[in-house]
């Protein structure tokens, strides 16, 4: 096995690793088809017991060329480039941190995990993959032991990286968004629950009158969410807001 992925291996050998099998939750059908994708993409469900792959989708042949039928993780891996793979393993030993130091493990299955990195295409060409990631068993000791992943090719989005790892809070948990993985100086962006609520309005196509009558609440409340928002996200109009939220994860 490659060095690289060695590495990678390593970092999922946490003391919170699952120590027996889990069976999939009843509504895991609804749970992939509520995770949203703004490209073509394929999931697979990793079982961190022993490492196996399972509920390959057929679209994983579209995307990389690959038998869902046959394909392993270390197949899935070894697709990444090369230069991607260090990033990748800072981003997961990230993850693995916040649960350890700030949000807690009990709250594992309230968070959607994000980041993008680089992996070759079925035509062999390397292109700009959003990873998005949900724990849905653990085991008997609180221990990650199945997780969703879904991979979205963003290219037509954008081709450039911004080697940074969101953690996308579910049922009104705080979101922490372009967590900094490479340099030491953390910009950790935390969108509240509302926040989160009315970004999804304004992707939807919203205008702030709209979204004033939809949740109830007056218009100049909501043009100063808007405002808040746009100034955590770093932009300055709703394109780039929107396009900023898909790459980060947060739509």
Known sequence: MDQQILNLHKVWQHEMKTVSQTKLPINFDEIVSAVFTAGPSFYFV??????????????????????????????????????????????????????????????????????????RMADGSYKLLLHQNLVLTLDEKGGYAKSLNIHTDISHITSKNNYK????????????????VISKQLETKVYSKREKEILKLIASGLTSRKISDKLCIALDTVKNHRRNILKKAGVTSTAQLIKESMVSGLL
Not at 102 to 117: A, E, N, R, T
């Open 46 to 119: 990793l079982d961190f017991f022993d490492m196996s792959v399972s509920q390959v989708s057929s679209a994983i042949k579209a995307v990389h060329g690959l038998d869902p039928a046959a394909t392993t993780f270390n197949d899935i891996l070894e697709l990444m480039h090369p230069d991607d793979l260090d990033f990748v393993a800072k981003a997961e030993q990230k993850i693995i941190e916040m649960f350890d130091k700030k949000i807690g493990w009990d709250k594992l299955l309230l968070y959607k995990g994000s980041y993008c990195f680089r992996t």
């Open 165 to 180: 790892v969101s953690l996308i809070g579910l049922n009104g948990e705080c979101s922490y968004t372009e967590m900094d």
